[in-house]
């Protein structure tokens, strides 16, 4: 009797705290990056987006973790005008979006893709960038 009330508060209580542990472990998170850009170096970021960041971005999704992954550039002037807003699969993917897998396919050649980041770290300038996590609601 005793072990039967026992099983019961169980799944009363512990199976719901489980589905939702594994409910959250799998809802999407986005992952927006705020950069302090030079204005004079936003056009070189935008050209290398288009060329080596977008394509690489399609690449990066086949592999599932990553879902979509946009960037902004404030059109009036901000201090923090450039944004990049990736949505992953869940909070481990955050680590492992499929990025740098998907770089080395489209650029097995590591010394393109050092002069490739070497042009992104130019643009970007050394500037502050904010890192922030969001879920979404509703969904």
């Known amino acids: 009797m005793i072990r039967n009330a026992l099983l019961a508060l169980a799944f009363v209580f512990v199976l719901p705290l489980t589905v ?5 472990e799998e ?7 705020r950069y302090q850009v030079d204005w004079s170096r936003v056009d070189s970021l935008v050209t290398l987006i288009e060329t080596y960041d ?13 879902l979509e992954r946009k960037w902004l550039i404030h059109i009036q002037g901000t201090e923090w005008n450039v944004v990049l807003m990736e949505k992953v699969r869940s909070w481990e993917a955050v680590q492992n979006t ?3 897998a998907a770089r080395r396919t489209l650029y097995p050649d590591e010394a393109t893709r050092d002069e490739i980041q070497a042009g992104f770290n130019w643009a970007f300038g050394g500037g502050a960038h904010r890192d922030e996590f969001f879920r979404e609601v509703g969904n």
């Open 54 to 66: 977008l394509p690489t971005t399609e690449e990066a999704k086949k592999m599932g973790n990553l």
């Open 20 to 24: 939702l542990a594994q409910e959250e």
């Open 27 to 33: 809802q999407a998170v986005w992952h927006t990056i």
């Open 98 to 100: 499929g990025m740098e």
